[in-house]
């Protein structure tokens, strides 16, 4: 059974991206804007609070992973496999391998996927959540646009 106060976080993580995060105003709302909105639109005020630390969490420490190998092979841990099935594993690793994904930021999409807290964790939670990274960074465009291409792919595809 899934706890629908998890699946809000993400609900939440995805209005705020939609609506504010990737528009071109400059500079991004503070904390205290985001929350105002948020609570307007009707999200609970304790799936905000959580929403937007793991938005804090985007510039977070994540674990430093030296790009020095590139060809390195990623063993996770069994907390990590517990947590993320294989397919969400495979995906991962495989945006890594058609360069979507560098090291870091592979790291950076597990750890953020591991602070949502959901019971289960699929490929369109996975796709948001790279979105979101990609778009946290600087210099990634070529990266975020393919990586958008990926979502919406589905989503286009269901409209026809």
Same mark, same amino acid.
């Given at each position: 059974?899934?706890?629908?106060?998890?699946?809000?976080?993400?609900?939440?993580?995805?209005?705020?991206?939609?609506?504010?995060?990737?528009?071109?105003?400059?500079?991004?709302?503070?904390?205290?804007?985001?929350?105002?909105?948020?609570?307007?639109?009707?999200?609970?005020?304790?799936?905000?609070?959580? !929403? %937007? #630390?793991?938005? @804090?969490?985007?510039?977070?420490?994540?674990?430093q $992973?030296s790009?020095?190998?590139?060809? &390195?092979?990623?063993?996770?841990?069994?907390?990590?496999?517990?947590?993320?099935?294989?397919e969400?594993r495979?995906?991962?690793?495989?945006?890594?391998?058609?360069?979507i994904?560098?090291?870091?930021?592979?790291?950076?999409?597990?750890?953020?996927?591991? !602070? %949502? #807290?959901?019971? @289960?964790?699929?490929?369109?939670?996975?796709?948001? $959540?790279?979105?979101?990274?990609?778009? &946290?960074?600087?210099?990634?465009?070529?990266?975020?646009?393919?990586?958008?291409?990926?979502?919406?792919?589905?989503q286009?595809?269901?409209?026809?």
């Amino acid at each position: 059974m899934k706890d629908p106060m998890n699946d809000n976080v993400l609900d939440i993580l995805i209005y705020l991206f939609e609506n504010y995060l990737e528009s071109d105003v400059v500079p991004q709302p503070s904390r205290d804007v985001l929350r105002e909105e948020l609570e307007h639109a009707g999200f609970a005020e304790s799936g905000i609070e959580r !929403a %937007l #630390e793991w938005l @804090e969490g985007l510039s977070g420490d994540a674990p430093q $992973v030296s790009d020095a190998h590139t060809r &390195s092979f990623r063993v996770f841990s069994g907390y990590e496999q517990a947590r993320l099935a294989p397919e969400v594993r495979g995906y991962i690793l495989q945006l890594e391998n058609i360069g979507i994904l560098s090291n870091q930021q592979r790291e950076l999409v597990i750890d953020r996927l591991l !602070a %949502l #807290e959901a019971e @289960e964790i699929d490929i369109e939670q996975v796709k948001w $959540v790279v979105l979101m990274v990609l778009f &946290s960074q600087p210099g990634q465009e070529q990266a975020y646009q393919r990586m958008e291409d990926l979502v919406f792919e589905g989503q286009s595809d269901a409209l026809h």
